[in-house]
Structures are given as C-alpha cells and as structure tokens.
C-alpha cells in the first residue's frame, strides 16, 4: 500500500520542522515511492507522550490501491 496520511505528534520544545524533516527523509528510505510525493500531513504539538524520553510519535493510514 502507500502512505496516504500521517500524523505526527511532537514534543513541545522539540523543532517541529525538524522532525518532520527528518520522518518525510527516513519514510522516503523505506519507501521510495514517497520521495516525489509525501503523504498528507498533520502535526500536532503536545505537552509528553507516553515516555518521557520520546520527542515524537507518529500515526500513517496506508491505502491498497
């Protein structure tokens, strides 16, 4: 399938646009379908995620074509 849609939650403090930078990179590596065209995007700033080391997390919804 391909990566239609991702969401990336983002630790406050963190840089934003560095994160997502740095998924749209590494998905293009393990997808490189993607490389030409991301899949629509959605980040989201938040206070801590479930660990308090993590910086980000990320949610994809991949569709079969």
Not at 1 to 9: H, I, N, R, T
Not at 30 to 44: M, Q, R, Y
């Amino acid at each position: 399938g391909d990566m239609v849609k991702a969401k990336l939650y983002v630790v406050k403090g963190a840089d934003p646009e560095k994160v997502r930078a740095r998924f749209n990179e590494t998905a293009a590596k393990l997808a490189p379908s993607l490389k030409g065209k991301p899949p629509a995007e959605t980040l989201i700033v938040v206070e801590g995620l479930a660990g308090p080391t993590l910086k980000f997390e990320t949610s994809v919804i991949a569709a079969k074509k």
